[in-house]
């Protein structure tokens, strides 16, 4: 142990008589685990190898709190040179003027046309600038547990939300075993969203005037929907404050039958789920035949103030690069930016079917949250999570829970619109 | 050997002499300069947010905006459900904490074998950082991972195993429980030693003249601890009051805000909504009602303090 | 020492007050016993068995991973470097502070504790972004040293009382004796009065060494770098998006208690015993 620290300090100060001829980038990475900071460093290792004279220093926030820290290291002016930025967050950096437009680096760039196009339509979200480039996409799925439908003894997963709930009812029959992992507490807003599209046929969220769908009485029938799900019992009564973790958790442990969940979650389950136990499927469609599951990303953003904007850029490349990207969502579990990557061997294996099923479903459209309203992130992480939570109480009815939402979302989109 | 002669005023003399006015400034000057610096200069940096509108990360935010905080707080009903809870929730763990920790300092101030080992075990909680205190209390409680809810069935307390952190009315004796699990020794310790130095031949005396335990408890035990109980009352109090982060850890202010404290409030306005400006104006209003308090508590103790 | 009272208990008495103190015990060491539990619990039994008091089998392998393959044990080291440089420096400045308490009457006195109660009275939230926007120039962000000036600040007005208290136990005619001799007081406070301290020193020390291991809110907020992380942030970064690794958190708390409840064992006798001499002054 002292051995090993007198080396790291040796090394460090001879890092540091090098560094002073090199360049050093900053990056920092917010969806931290352990296994992903392994597979960055990798990455990151190949550029500077590639890229002699020039160091990365990467700093990993833990992401429970990586929101608040980050907000307090941009303010007080410690930006770094590259940074991963949530889907949610891009908006709020963007729009303050805080990060460096892609486009000319895209329009320059070998790989531009190798990209689908969702990749480049959702980076550039924001004023139609690419102030970010995706580096993965989280779509959601349906999980189930095998074992639990057969001891249910239904036959297969539900393709319908009518099936949905009648087998959550079923399983939920089961002494100690709920159908549904509900998400109750932080980041339950997508759950929501999608429920309340897929009853209401559309993945619409705002009529032309900007005012919000929410309170159209099919959208409300989704909220209904999952408000009755708990209050029949049909969720775990501590589901009202779970948060992924929980929800994950709660289905590898075989104590609710049904998640909805992206690839990622894919990984935890599968290290400690047999795989004959569990399968993923299509999330199921609404009255309208249709169903929209939520999608997301993750990207790589550039800061306006980088004093070394080239390079920052061929780091982004790099990450982004067809091999780093696939390596990359290999260990994260994002489906691929690339056209091609789908045909990899790794997405191949039978659990990600439920996902191509949904990208190849002409009646499936995935559902992008309006993240390009500045006062989202809020709304999502902080408002809506209390009000949902008073729905699933029973404290507030589902059509005022709409109705609130509605009108917040209406203002919100109204404010954008005249901004235009 | 000794350093220098120095002049000392002689006894009784009330000259005016420099050295000997500045002498006790010199001993305080370190804690001052630090406490300038590092509190009060960041503490009115922060107050003057509340009168401002900033909002974190946005440029444009910084202007003045005189009393309108203040005035949004008072329409707020979240700050005064916040309110609610922070009552709640300091005075439950308040009165817990003192109750359970005065019985254990009245027990150990018996002296029986084994007392050394037993003291140092039960004060062992306060070692424990409140934060792990509080991810500890939560697995506990969780009907999963933990014995509690099966405990409660068990016990007829409740009916089914649930989890009393799902609970909007009941979440909140969550928290307290590790609060006050975690804030027993620091009462112990304290009313531990008041009581012993209580001079014996007082109780001595009083038992002689027929005083019951319970007369002698009443009549010469509180008193003596009363200003001891005072100050650590208003101390833990406000220590209490300030501390979101076992309400952080555990419930995260819900379910549905119903955990949510002042404190809690402030952190989440701040770092989720990033406005600072209305975050600074809240904790000013947290300051100033605990200020109140302890100006209370300060003359209730002046008033009590017994001359021997 | 126990006077002729206590022999006068009668047996009932005592059964109380042992089934009492058990009570105590067992409560005060549950939670703790708990989360070793926890630690020793292989993941494929942590939910399916969660409620027996002991698993079916044991392993150490989260002990191992913590020290082998997280940066668990730098964590580890930073606590104890800015613990333990914040209860010295604390302790120093709060000596100053309580023996001015303590051996003067002046004007101002009442200002400057009524200074310290207000500083342990705001939320510390308050002040995390001027701080940072103090700090980061002067290059304290990521750094110890800017942990431990702060934590010393916050600390110091509540250790300052307890050293007055101290302070208060040792008669000022002892100073009074040695500077009559010739001593300066400042030799005096050294040689004699310290030394009959020592016990309410090491309680300080103890005391400030467990509050400032605890501390996570301005550990999680000023160093984002790994080599200036505390062990309570380090814990949070068990905590990651894809699952909360309960076997290598609990084990890794259990690692970072032992020292500093170790510690706290040894000195709470101290801080009793010093606390019981000052208390009569109140």
Redesign the interface.
Known sequence: MIGRLILAAAASALMLSQAMADTTLKLVEVITSPERTVTLKEIVAKFEASNPGTKVEITSLPWGQAFEKFATMVSAGDTPDVVEMPDRWLSLYANNGMLESLEPYLAKWEHTAELNDRTLQMGRFVKNTAYALPYGFYLRALFYNKKLFAQAGIAAPPKTLDEFADDAKKISAIPGKYGYCLRGGPGGLNGWMMFGAIMNGSNAFFKEDGTSTMTDPNFVKGFTFLTDLYKNGYAPKDAVNWGFNEIVSGFYSGTCAMLDQDPDALISVAERMNKDDYDVTPFPKGPAGKSFPTIGYGSWSMFANSKNKDLAWKLIATLDGPEGNVAWNKKIGALPIYKTAESDPFYADPKFKGWFAELGDKDVTPLVMPTYLEEFAYFADSVAVKSSQQALLGQVSPADLAKQWGDLLTKAQQKFLAKK | MVAMTKKTPAVGSRGFDLASVLEPWVYVSPALLLIGAIMLVPLGIGISYAFRDIVLLNPFSGGFVGLAHFVEIWNDPNFWNALSNTLEWTVASVLLQFVFGLILALLLNQPFRGRMVVQALVFIPWAVPSFLSGLNWAWLFNPVAGPLPHWFVAFGVMAKPDNILSDPVHAIWGPIAANVWWGIPFYAITLLASLQSIPLEIYEAAEIDGAGPLRRFWSITLPFLAPTIAITLLLRAVWIANAADLIVVMTRGGPADSTQILASYIFTQAFQRLDFGYASALATVLLLLLLAYSVIVVFVRQLLIRTD | ??????NLRKPAY?TF??A??AI??A???F??F??FK?SVTP??L???E??R?WPSSTTATHYLSVIE??DF?LFFRNSVIVSGLTSLFTT???A??G??FS??V?RG?LW?VG????????????????????F?PLGL?NSLLGLI??Y???N???A?FLMQSFFDAVPKELE?AA??D??????ALRRIILPLTLPGIAATLGFVF?AA??E??FA??LN???QATTF??G???F??????D?GQ?TAA?VL??LP??I???LI??H???????G??K?
Do not use: D
């Open positions: 020492m126990p006077p002729m009272l206590y005592w007050h042992y009492l103190i105590y015990v409560v005060a060491l939670p703790l708990w989360m926890v993941n494929q942590l939910y399916t969660g409620v008091l393959h997280t044990p120093l400045v709060a100053g502070t023996y001015s051996r003067f002046y006195k400057i200074l310290l109660l207000v500083t342990q009275m705001f939320p510390l939230v308050m002040i995390i972004a001027p701080i940072f926007k103090l980061a962000t000036i702060i010393t600040t916050y110091v007005p509540f300052a009074e500077m009559i010739g001593a300066t007081r400042f030799g467990t291991w605890s996570l809110l999680l907020m984002s770098s790994t309570p942030v814990l949070l970064s905590v990651s998006k894809f699952s909360v309960f958190m708390g970072a208690l500093v409840c510690f706290f064992f709470q006798r801080l009793v015993q010093g606390l019981t001499a208390a009569v109140g």
